[in-house]
């Protein structure tokens, strides 16, 4: 799971949002400002039998600051990415 559904930078995150433009998710901001340090992404590629289904997720981050459910409230109703 991407860590950064429980970050307070998440909707200003350059890094996550390239993870929404690698997932075609729809973005939480169109204009990222913030540059985090030194963030940790693994791939997890899993070949189906007419496609490949690649699954980002940021697993670490220097500039990772504790924000519990900040993605939930940015998009109320909205399932929360896993």
């Known amino acids: 799971m991407c860590i950064c559904i429980n970050c307070a930078y998440v909707d200003r995150c350059l890094t996550y949002h390239a993870v929404e433009h690698q997932h075609q998710q729809p973005h939480l901001t169109d204009a990222p400002d913030f540059?985090?340090?030194?963030?940790?992404i693994n791939v997890n590629i899993r070949p189906?039998?007419?496609?490949?289904?690649?699954?980002?997720?940021?697993v670490g981050c220097e500039s990772f600051r504790a924000e519990t459910g900040r993605w939930a409230r940015l998009r109320p109703g909205e399932p929360v990415p896993t």
């Open 35 to 40: 540059e985090p340090v030194e963030p940790t």
């Open 48 to 58: 189906q039998q007419d496609y490949v289904e690649m699954e980002w997720d940021v």
